[in-house]
């Protein structure tokens, strides 16, 4: 009988540190960790205890404003947060370490900006509100990496005019409206594979000084490109345009890479440079593809593209190797070939018909 007690007990506690270990819980920074924000959700968390231990906008930045490094991790966050409202602070060689940034910001005639001091990494979240910078003059500089994995932005999100001196990850994201980067600077990798970019994305002016990565992403809305440098590997592979797109003006100075993808609607890469190689193998494109006065330096494959609109490639230069430039699937030139063929068949019938007749 003792023995039974014993099992059962020992069942018991350990059915009950299991229930403890699913029960929702959020560690946060404690007060002997001043330079940290940090808010985990960890265990098995109801959406209602997720709207209860939601993140006020309004704590995020402060702790920006206070220089400090955020790590938040399954929480939701509400409210916006407007990183315009982070104080003017001097630009200068300490605060741009690279010399190609002060160059941009000398260029741009910035001389004060608003400094994120630290990293940022949030993981599994929801964030409902708006996540901007309003600027179409100055800079966000953010000096750490910045990393937002896994999480659905439920508004519009705009980091136009920010520098992004250490790596960027935007893998796995949901961004259900705009999602702007207009002048934004990438000094690292910028990663945005497997993201989906909603209503209208927009990368004008652009500057992405290392590898820029879009594996598998998808854009529902219109998504421009228009005057981007890519100065190292630009990567499109598997990716889905579901709106118009425009790369006119692009500047891939590296590798770029778009086998596979999908262009449903307009493309254009007019005036578009491709120093290096320019891989479309296997590219659909649904409706009109510019690539008028565009220039290939480097080894161009173009093989099994598939034209459901003949392409348009006036003034189009050519000068390194190519591979399927001229071999193209072309739709329209099938249909017009099995038109021939059919009616080729209407007139035979008919030849068939009044033989029999004259018989």
Not at 128 to 152: C, D, K, M, P, Y
Request: charged content about 20%; overall charge negative; aromatic content about 12%.
């Amino acid at each position: 009988m003792f023995q039974c007690l014993v099992i059962v007990g020992v069942l018991t506690a350990i059915a009950g540190s299991v229930s403890f270990a699913e029960s929702c819980e959020v560690s946060q920074s404690s007060s002997t960790e001043p330079e940290i924000f940090r808010r985990h959700l960890i265990g098995s968390c109801t959406a209602e205890e997720r709207e209860r231990l939601a993140v006020q906008a309004d704590s995020l930045f402060q702790a920006l404003k206070e220089g400090k490094r955020v790590d938040l991790r399954g929480v939701i966050i509400v409210g916006d947060l407007m990183l315009d409202q982070l104080p003017l602070q001097p630009i200068s060689a300490s605060t741009l370490p690279s010399a190609e940034a002060q160059q941009v910001a000398a260029e741009r005639q910035v001389e004060e900006g608003r400094i994120i001091q630290q990293a940022v990494s949030v993981h599994n979240a929801v964030i409902q509100g708006n996540w901007a910078t309003n600027l179409r003059q100055g800079l966000v500089v953010i000096l750490g990496e910045f990393s937002v994995t896994g999480t659905r932005f439920e508004q519009s999100v705009d980091f136009s005019h920010t520098f992004f001196l250490q790596g960027l990850n935007f893998s796995n994201t949901e961004i259900l409206y705009e999602g702007f980067f207009v002048r934004a600077h990438f000094e690292k990798s910028a990663i945005f594979n497997k993201v989906l970019f909603g209503t209208h994305s927009r990368f004008h002016k652009a500057q992405f000084k290392q590898d820029a990565l879009f594996l598998e992403s998808r854009f529902t809305g219109l998504a421009e490109f228009l005057e981007v440098i890519f100065e190292q590997g630009a990567n499109f592979r598997k990716v889905q345009f579901q709106m118009g797109t425009g790369f006119s003006g692009a500047q891939f100075a590296g590798p770029a890479i778009f086998s596979e993808s999908l262009f449903l609607r307009e493309a254009f890469f007019r005036f578009a440079s491709f120093e290096q190689e320019a891989d479309f193998q296997g590219v659909t494109f649904q409706k009109i593809s510019d690539f008028t006065d565009s220039s290939f330096a480097g080894h161009t494959n173009f093989k099994d593209v598939e034209f459901f609109v003949p392409p348009q490639f006036s003034g189009t230069t050519l000068e390194g190797t190519e591979e399927g430039v001229n071999k193209q699937k072309n739709v329209s030139e099938t249909l017009s070939v099995l038109l021939v063929f059919l009616g080729f068949l209407c007139v035979l019938a008919w030849g068939v018909k009044k033989w029999r007749h004259s018989v």
